[in-house]
DNA sequence: CCTCCGATGTGCT
DNA sequence: GCACATCGGAGGC
């Protein structure tokens, strides 16, 4: 099991480490959730990438494989897979999936956070970055988590999807026309393309 | 120390 | 389409 989780993130390039996630099962904090959309973050030559500059923060990209890489964003968490070749500070985001199982945990989870007491569509359980950390329970403490391990948050083989669609990244300033985003076509768990409002080609 | 701002999400116009 | 809540990272001074 092991060897075939390190096998998604081992390709040398990061793109193709994001098309081979889809379709994983991430699992912890009882949930389950097939990833269904994800982006690739490069490093030194990707200026949307937080490896774009080697900082305090950026460090654990250019560590081990198959550790999770959670950051916070507008007091959002944002969880992406550390991916290889080591050297390059690569990683996936994963943007949004199916949750498979878990649903009442993961519905819980988000509702907490809601004004209105209106019950939210297992589809958009974790539809957005934020929201799936949210679903999953993910926070700052399952920062380097070793993704092959399954006693906490890990990743599970799962069926490849049968399409896939590629797209610029949603919401980044920099690199906004790179074609890095892939999603499970069609598959109604996948979030919306937003364009940065001041994108820029870099 | 301080200022700026984002790989977001939500609600309202 | 647009505003804004919200907070830690990053960089300037």
Not at 21 to 46: C, F, K, M, P, W
Not at 115 to 136: M, V
Request: charged share 20%; with cysteine.
């Amino acid at each position: 099991m092991e060897s075939l989780v390190l096998a998604m993130v081992s390709k040398p390039s990061v793109s193709a480490n994001a098309r081979d996630l889809l379709g994983s099962h991430l699992v912890g904090h009882g949930v389950t959730i097939r990833v269904t959309e994800v982006e690739a973050y490069g490093g030194s030559d990707d200026p949307a990438s937080h490896a774009f500059r080697r900082t305090p923060r950026s460090a654990i990209m250019f560590g081990p494989t198959g550790r999770l890489y959670v950051y916070r964003i507008h007091g959002h968490h944002c969880a992406n897979v550390v991916t290889g070749p080591t050297d390059q500070g690569a990683a996936v985001l994963i943007r949004a999936g199916e949750v498979i199982e878990g649903i009442d945990v993961a519905r819980e989870r988000r509702s907490s956070r809601r004004t209105d007491g209106r019950e939210i569509p297992t589809s958009a359980l974790a539809r957005g970055p934020g929201n799936l950390c949210r679903a999953a329970g993910i926070t700052m403490a399952d920062l380097d988590t070793d993704l092959a391990n399954p006693t906490s948050v890990h990743l599970s083989v799962g069926d490849a999807p049968t399409a896939v669609s590629v797209g610029p990244r949603v919401g980044v300033r920099h690199a906004a026309d790179v074609p890095w985003r892939f999603w499970v076509t069609d598959d109604p768990t996948v979030s919306a393309y937003r364009r940065h409002a001041h994108a820029a080609a870099d």
